[in-house]
């Protein structure tokens, strides 16, 4: 199941910009899931990737709770800070209520950027929970942005394993932190710069556990547009393996514009919706007051 956008334009009327978008969501079972415990939303100014977790009830039902509420900043003019962690505590609560949820619950990794003004200017909020990956790519150079709440990644943090020990470790798929449980969620954020030529990778692990960080690379240089980048990401996943759900998004920035005059404007939102499915140094904090957003315009 695929989902995508050639140009979207998202203007902010206070710092008088427009940033132009193209983008790719692509997901699949895989060879040994019966099921697509994976969810996805890509509708501006969200983009997120929820990985339900399996073993455990209803991962389904978590994903899908995390996407939907995640949906309702779409469009949205001026959510605040904490929109993000409002709509995680709302899905906590819906998770409840899901057919095949036991009294222990459910729970879901997830991780995405939101498009939003942030001291002035558009940036990437970036924020995750669990080992679902955030990745930037900018002048050929790929740079994992968020940090996986693992066992492995305390382990590698810890200096007890070196990353290539971590990919092979018995260990990789237990997580430290996830949205669920019946507790509340405690995402990790990272503030990016938008300019032209990034390029964003939002994945689950069903991606990561099959490709290196070479061969993500490789896919997303080799691939300008975001459709085919998403499409050779997936397959190389299957072809490696496909031993889980693999959902990818490509999120390319084409340009930003000055946009006088836009204030007021009236856009309309795009046909996406969700699917059951180094700038890191200058990162800040994710706590910034409001956001201002948005005014959607397709062309």
Same mark, same amino acid.
């Given at each position: 199941?695929?989902?995508?956008?050639?140009?979207?334009?998202?203007?902010?009327?206070?710092?008088?910009?427009?940033?132009?978008? &193209?983008?790719?969501?692509?997901?699949?079972?895989?060879?040994?899931?019966?099921?697509?415990? $994976?969810? *996805?939303?890509? !509708?501006?100014?969200?983009?997120?990737?929820?990985? /339900?977790? #399996? /073993?455990?009830? =209803?991962?389904?039902?978590? +994903?899908?709770?995390? @996407?939907?509420? *995640?949906?309702?900043?779409? #469009?949205?003019?001026?959510?605040?800070?904490?929109?993000?962690?409002?709509?995680?505590?709302?899905?906590?609560?819906?998770?409840?209520?899901?057919?095949?949820?036991?009294?222990?619950?459910?729970?879901?990794?997830?991780?995405?950027?939101?498009?939003?003004? !942030?001291?002035?200017?558009?940036?990437?909020? @970036?924020?995750?929970?669990?080992? +679902?990956? !955030?990745? *930037?790519?900018?002048?050929?150079?790929?740079?994992?942005?968020?940090?996986?709440? +693992?066992?492995?990644?305390? *382990? @590698?943090? =810890?200096?007890?394993?070196?990353?290539?020990? =971590?990919?092979?470790?018995?260990?990789?798929?237990?997580?430290?932190?996830?949205? #669920?449980?019946?507790? =509340?969620?405690?995402?990790?954020?990272?503030?990016?710069?938008?300019?032209?030529?990034?390029?964003?990778?939002?994945?689950?692990?069903?991606?990561?556990?099959?490709?290196?960080?070479?061969?993500?690379?490789?896919?997303?240089?080799?691939?300008?547009?975001?459709?085919?980048?998403?499409?050779?990401?997936?397959?190389?996943?299957?072809?490696?393996?496909?031993? $889980?759900?693999?959902?990818?998004?490509?999120?390319? @920035?084409?340009?930003?514009?000055?946009?006088?005059?836009?204030? /007021?404007?009236?856009?309309?939102? /795009?046909?996406?919706?969700? &699917?059951?499915?180094?700038? +890191?140094?200058?990162?800040?904090?994710?706590?910034?007051?409001?956001?201002?957003? !948005?005014?959607?315009?397709?062309?």
């Amino acid at each position: 199941m695929g989902q995508g956008s050639g140009g979207f334009e998202v203007a902010f009327p206070s710092v008088k910009k427009t940033v132009s978008l &193209a983008w790719a969501a692509l997901t699949d079972t895989g060879h040994r899931r019966e099921v697509n415990e $994976d969810s *996805l939303i890509s !509708v501006p100014p969200i983009f997120a990737v929820a990985d /339900g977790m #399996g /073993g455990h009830s =209803a991962g389904d039902v978590a +994903s899908a709770a995390v @996407v939907n509420r *995640l949906a309702e900043l779409a #469009g949205r003019d001026s959510p605040q800070n904490a929109a993000i962690n409002t709509a995680l505590g709302l899905a906590v609560t819906d998770m409840a209520s899901g057919v095949g949820v036991t009294d222990l619950g459910t729970g879901t990794t997830v991780t995405g950027a939101l498009l939003a003004v !942030v001291s002035g200017a558009p940036h990437w909020v @970036v924020f995750n929970i669990g080992d +679902s990956r !955030v990745y *930037l790519l900018t002048s050929g150079v790929l740079e994992q942005i968020t940090i996986d709440h +693992s066992v492995v990644q305390e *382990l @590698v943090d =810890a200096g007890r394993i070196t990353r290539d020990e =971590a990919d092979v470790h018995p260990h990789g798929n237990i997580i430290t932190r996830a949205v #669920g449980f019946h507790e =509340a969620p405690i995402p990790d954020y990272r503030v990016l710069p938008v300019h032209p030529g990034m390029r964003l990778l939002i994945c689950s692990d069903g991606l990561t556990k099959e490709l290196t960080a070479y061969g993500i690379r490789h896919f997303l240089i080799s691939n300008p547009d975001p459709e085919d980048a998403a499409k050779a990401l997936v397959e190389a996943a299957l072809e490696n393996g496909g031993r $889980d759900n693999v959902t990818v998004i490509v999120l390319d @920035v084409l340009d930003i514009e000055d946009s006088e005059g836009s204030e /007021g404007s009236e856009g309309s939102e /795009g046909s996406e919706g969700t &699917a059951g499915a180094d700038e +890191s140094s200058a990162a800040q904090d994710a706590d910034t007051g409001p956001l201002d957003i !948005v005014h959607l315009d397709t062309h």
